[in-house]
C-alpha cells in the first residue's frame, strides 16, 4: 500500500510559477513510474509528466520546457515545477504512482488568473 498527499497549489497570475509536491508513504520501494495529472472542469483528465523509476522523464507537448517532474533520492517525495504558467493550465493536479497497483492522491487545485 502507498498513500500520497499533494500539496503546493493555489492561485497565481499568468507567467507565475508554482511548486507542487507529492509526499509519499508505505511501501515506496515497491513505487515504479511517477505521474503528474491534471483534469480541468469538463474536460478528461491528461498526462502532464512522468518520471520512470531509472529517471527517465516524459512530458506532454503543452507543458515542454515549463514544468519539470522530479523526485529526492528517497523516492519519497515529488514534485512538478510550474513555470510560466499560463491559464490553461488551470485544472486539479493529481500525483499518480504505480506499484503492482495504481495509487492516486487527493488532488491539488492550480487556477493561474490572466
Known amino acids: 500500500q502507498v498513500q500520497l498527499v499533494e500539496s503546493g497549489g493555489g492561485l497565481v497570475q499568468a507567467g507565475g510559477s508554482l511548486r507542487l509536491s507529492c509526499v509519499a508513504s508505505?511501501?515506496?520501494?515497491?513505487?515504479?513510474?511517477i505521474d503528474w495529472y491534471r483534469q480541468a472542469p469538463g474536460k478528461e483528465r491528461e498526462l502532464v509528466a512522468r518520471?520512470?523509476?531509472?529517471?527517465?522523464?516524459n512530458y506532454a507537448d503543452y507543458v515542454k520546457g515549463r514544468f519539470t517532474i522530479y523526485r529526492d533520492n528517497t523516492k519519497s517525495k515529488m514534485y512538478l515545477q510550474m513555470n510560466s504558467l499560463k491559464p490553461e493550465d488551470t485544472a486539479v493536479y493529481y500525483c499518480?504512482?504505480?506499484?503492482?497497483?495504481?495509487?492516486w492522491g487527493q488532488g491539488t487545485q492550480v487556477t493561474v488568473s490572466s
Open positions: 499518480k504512482v504505480t506499484t503492482a497497483r495504481i495509487y
Open positions: 518520471i520512470t523509476r531509472c529517471g527517465t522523464t
Open positions: 508505505g511501501n515506496i520501494f515497491s513505487i515504479n513510474d
